[in-house]
């Protein structure tokens, strides 16, 4: 069945360091991939999405390229922020099915 | 545009009562709408896939008789926890899609957190 893997956090960065954070999958087809942000005591919000193979979305100077080759889609920031503080999931939709399957989430702390 | 929203943003109830949650697309007509469950520090478990018009599919080991869901229209879904108990308590966040297909994007709502007491 299709699965996703995330690195395990937390990441407690200083500000303006380089983020990564890693996201790798299993699953039939061309499923579409995404990267959601959870700010405390709140719901999810949108931040990036790729449909297709070597897209690459971006959003807010967070970027990420779905990478089938290697079945990844890590999402990078070369500036982090104090307010980039959050927890990060990665999601996939599979092929012909708008469900969708989430990684445990990173919890990335940025220190002023 | 596409914002979800839920209804309420918190309730406390008494064990044995039952707890109604709106989830509402704002701005967009929703085919679909998605129920999660969310424990603390945990990701998100899908509950149920809930289609307007038709009646709600529960993932594997989710009681559908305890957790109602009701689609009766393009922008609005409801879960009622029914004889909620404590091990109820979870943060619960809805989610739509588009309608039409045109889109696998899913628009989450704020989520909602129940506590029985």
């Known amino acids: 069945g299709n699965s996703v893997t995330q690195m395990e956090g937390p990441v407690t960065l200083s500000e303006e360091a380089f983020l990564t954070i890693n996201c790798t999958y299993t699953a039939t087809g061309y499923p579409s991939l995404f990267w959601y942000v959870q700010y405390p005591g709140e719901g999810l919000q949108l931040l990036l999405k790729?449909?297709?193979?070597?897209d690459k979305g971006s959003n807010k100077g967070f970027e990420a390229t779905y990478r089938k080759e290697t079945t990844s889609f890590h999402l990078e920031k070369g500036s982090v922020q104090v307010s980039d503080s959050a927890v990060y999931f990665c999601?996939?939709?599979?092929?012909?099915?708008?469900?969708?399957?989430f990684g445990t989430g990173t919890r990335l702390k940025v220190l002023a | 545009g596409a914002v979800v929203s839920q209804h309420p943003s918190w309730v406390i109830c008494k064990s044995g009562t039952s707890v109604k949650i709106e989830c509402r697309s704002l701005?967009?007509?929703?085919?679909?709408m998605f129920w999660y469950r969310q424990f603390p520090k945990q990701s998100l478990m899908l509950m149920a896939t809930s289609n307007e018009g038709s009646k709600a599919t529960y993932e594997q080991g989710v009681e559908k008789d305890k957790f109602l869901i009701n689609h009766a229209s393009l922008t609005l879904s409801t879960l009622t926890v029914t004889s909620a108990h404590p091990e109820d308590s979870s943060f619960y966040i809805c989610?739509?899609?588009?309608?039409?297909?045109?889109?696998?994007?899913?628009?989450f709502g704020p989520g909602t957190r129940l506590t029985v007491l």
């Open positions: 999601a996939l939709s599979g092929s012909g099915t708008y469900k969708y399957i």
């Open positions: 701005d967009f007509q929703a085919t679909t």
């Open positions: 989610s739509a899609s588009l309608a039409g297909g045109r889109s696998d994007t899913q628009y």
């Open positions: 790729a449909t297709k193979a070597d």
